[in-house]
């Protein structure tokens, strides 16, 4: 009985460590959030400059105040259908942990909605949909009144080789 109350005590301290403010966004009509410590700015859509030989999620680069930053489309990352940008379209330049430091990109989304603070309790742990599903960029499920927000883990959404690739890009 204290064994099970003691795995209890380290799913909410994790669910707890989880809670926090998260800018929320829509892709495909699914609502999403990335914690807000990871956010640098938002964007409206901009001339994207295309790199070639890169991968198709991959839409080039931009030059945000003489920085060139990497964009990618998290519906093409996601392997949803692309959409023509509409003016709700943005660009979300996020900063995640690369192999040289921290690198700074950018991530269209379809609309960007809200900033939401998300307590422990409302966050579950992403289900499981078997061995061949990757949900590694996956943070967790918050529930929310109107349905359950998907919380990315945006370090993960990308992995060590993609990462590499966009650093060099820029």
């Known amino acids: 009985m204290e064994e ?26 699914e609502e999403y959030g990335i914690g807000i410590l990871k956010i640098k700015e938002i964007i409206g859509m901009m001339t994207i400059t295309t790199v070639p030989q890169t991968p198709e999620f ?7 105040r003489g920085k060139v930053i990497p964009v990618i489309d998290l519906r093409l990352r996601f392997g949803m259908e692309s959409m023509d940008y509409t003016e709700r379209t943005c660009i979300i330049v ?9 690198v700074q990109i950018g ?20 289900p499981t949909f078997g061995t ?9 499920m918050a529930k ?4 359950v927000k998907i919380l990315l ?11 590499s690739l966009l650093e060099k890009a820029a």
Not at 4 to 27: H, N, P
Not at 132 to 140: C, E, P, V, W
Not at 153 to 163: A, M, S, T
Request: charged share 30%; hydrophobic share 40%; glycine share 10%.
């Open 94 to 102: 996020v900063e995640i942990d690369g192999t040289s430091g921290t």
């Open 144 to 147: 929310m009144e109107e349905g």
């Open 107 to 126: 991530i269209v989304v379809d609309a960007v909605s809200e900033v939401l603070n998300i307590s422990g309790k409302d966050i579950e742990d992403t």
């Open 4 to 29: 099970s109350a003691e795995i209890m005590g380290q799913a909410v301290r994790v669910m707890e460590e989880k809670e926090g403010k998260y800018l929320t966004f829509t892709l495909a009509e």
């Open 58 to 64: 991959v839409k080039g680069v931009i030059n945000l």
């Open 132 to 140: 061949k599903l990757n949900t590694d960029y996956i943070l967790g």
């Open 153 to 163: 883990d945006i370090d993960r959404v990308l992995n060590g080789k993609e990462i």
